[in-house]
């Protein structure tokens, strides 16, 4: 009996949809899971900033750092805004972007465009540190030990506040993420399946061509 093969891709493609729809689902609570994440660094990274510069902190005074607290709790509960801002972008998802042959099944880890992404949400903590000079945004030397927090590109680019250090991903959202690139995997087994049987399909067709001369 000969392959249905239509039925047989329309099958795998239905398949994939559902996938899809679950890695969106996957998607939707990797970024719940980062909104208490990034609540939590940005709370403990204002405070050892401030600690870490007590001449500065000194200088700024009181009334001052009162303001400048005020305003990164300001961030802090903004958290929720940043995080859409930065993790709803198409182009760092498998599923959104439809680009299959880019693999995010290396080791478990959190794909370098996605830690990204985060980073450039921390980077807006270094925009309001910066104002009272706790943090540099900017390429230009000075008194600063440390690099700044920009990402900077040729001289044509603007440059954009990012957390420029390695930053550590929590369990859960490593869980979740495991989740995703299980699903990823069975998304593109079934592309293989999808571009196996359209071969075959063409190999048949000329096979019945040739037997029919």
């Excluded at 182009?91 to 370098?112: A, F, V």
């Excluded at 985060?118 to 903590?125: D, R």
Aim: hydrophobic share 40%; glycine share 4%.
């Amino acid at each position: 009996m000969s392959k249905n093969y239509e039925i047989l891709i329309l099958n795998c493609e239905s398949a994939i949809n559902d996938i899809i729809n679950k890695m969106e689902e996957v998607r939707i609570r990797f970024k719940s899971a980062a909104v208490p994440y990034v609540k939590e660094w940005m709370g403990h990274t204002a405070r050892n900033e401030i600690k870490e510069n007590p001449e500065l902190a000194e200088k700024v005074g009181e009334v001052r750092l009162k303001e400048l607290k005020s305003e990164v709790n300001i961030l802090i509960e903004n958290a929720v805004h940043l995080v859409d801002e930065h993790l709803d972008n198409k182009t760092i998802w498998w599923h959104l972007n439809e680009q299959q042959e880019k693999s995010y099944c290396e080791n478990n880890r959190i794909p370098d465009d996605i830690e990204k992404a985060i980073k450039y949400i921390f980077g807006q903590l270094g925009v309001v540190l910066s104002k009272d000079g706790f943090i540099n945004v900017s390429s230009a030397t000075g008194q600063y030990k440390y690099k700044p927090w920009i990402e900077s590109g040729n001289k044509y680019m603007d440059e954009k506040p990012i957390f420029p250090y390695a930053i550590v991903i929590p369990i859960e959202m490593k869980t979740i993420f495991i989740e995703y690139q299980t699903l990823l995997k069975s998304a593109q087994e079934k592309i293989k399946a999808i571009e196996a049987l359209k071969k075959e399909q063409k190999q048949t067709k000329v096979a019945a061509l040739w037997d029919s001369l």
